[in-house]
């Protein structure tokens, strides 16, 4: 084989070598600002636009955080927050700022009964971030908003925001909490741990309450029915 081709072989290689570290950075890259949404731009903002620096600070704070031993909360830890969070939206009508603050430290409850390093802000901010990418964005944000002074409308926007971290946390947004939610709001509603007559109650009323809703349909299909045909009857 002659120098030329062997040269050639060689550019070759080293070209689809530079390709595939340039689309695996690339991919690397794809998945941090997925994960970490607006905190990736914020990073590169930080770093004067070089994504690279973000890159390597975001992957170093993926691999401290996987040093963690973080644990989802029980249906019973569930039941009780989601009680203490119901209380504290009820606080926000008659007090506001107090409520936001009750809120502020609901939170930082849950992080701790989840293992979060809760006497670590920065530590825990990192966490959030890494796990809560999209919802830690906006809770980051009203931090700053200072609770003795800010206007209502101020402090209604840092409850959702509080109130989408909290769920995230809990495992109590929609759709999120799975197989668990029924039984957390057996807990919640105090059917779970009743006597077992209390319980056959409890599932008779459930019961009879879906009869009378299926019933409830029947009757409005029924009537549709009636007014299609009265609709179609030639006069």
């Known amino acids: 084989m ?3 081709a062997i040269i050639g072989i060689v550019i070759a290689v080293i070209v689809v070598v530079a390709i595939a570290v340039v689309a695996s950075t690339e991919m690397r890259r ?39 031993s973080l644990r989802e909360l029980t249906p019973e830890q569930q039941a009780r927050y989601s009680g203490d969070w119901a209380a504290v939206q009820e606080r926000f009508v008659d007090s506001p700022a ?35 990418g999209r919802a830690f964005e906006d809770y980051r944000k009203v931090q700053a908003v200072p609770t003795d002074s800010a206007s ?25 909490a799975g197989p668990q939610r029924d039984r ?3 807990i919640r509603d ?25 019933a409830a349909a029947r009757e409005r299909d029924l009537a549709a029915e009636d007014g299609n045909r009265t609709a179609d009857t030639p006069r």
Request: proline share 2%.
């Open 98 to 132: 107090e409520a936001v603050g009750a809120a502020h430290t609901l939170i930082w409850n849950v992080m701790r009964d989840r293992g979060y390093p809760a006497d670590d802000r920065s530590a825990s901010m990192d966490a959030l971030a890494v796990h809560h």
């Open 152 to 176: 209502t409308e101020q402090l209604r926007e840092s409850m959702i925001h509080y109130r989408a971290l909290f769920e995230d946390l809990t495992g109590l947004r929609e759709g999120q």
């Open 30 to 68: 794809a998945r941090l600002r997925r994960q970490f949404g607006p905190e990736y731009d914020r990073l590169v903002e930080k770093h004067g636009g070089n994504k690279r620096k973000a890159d390597a600070e975001l992957a170093d704070r993926e691999r401290r955080v996987r040093g963690l």
């Open 184 to 186: 957390v709001a057996e």
């Open 190 to 214: 105090g059917s779970a741990g009743a006597p077992a007559v209390d319980r056959e109650l409890a599932a008779e009323n459930r019961e009879r309450a879906a009869e009378n809703r299926d």
């Open 2 to 4: 002659s120098t030329g």
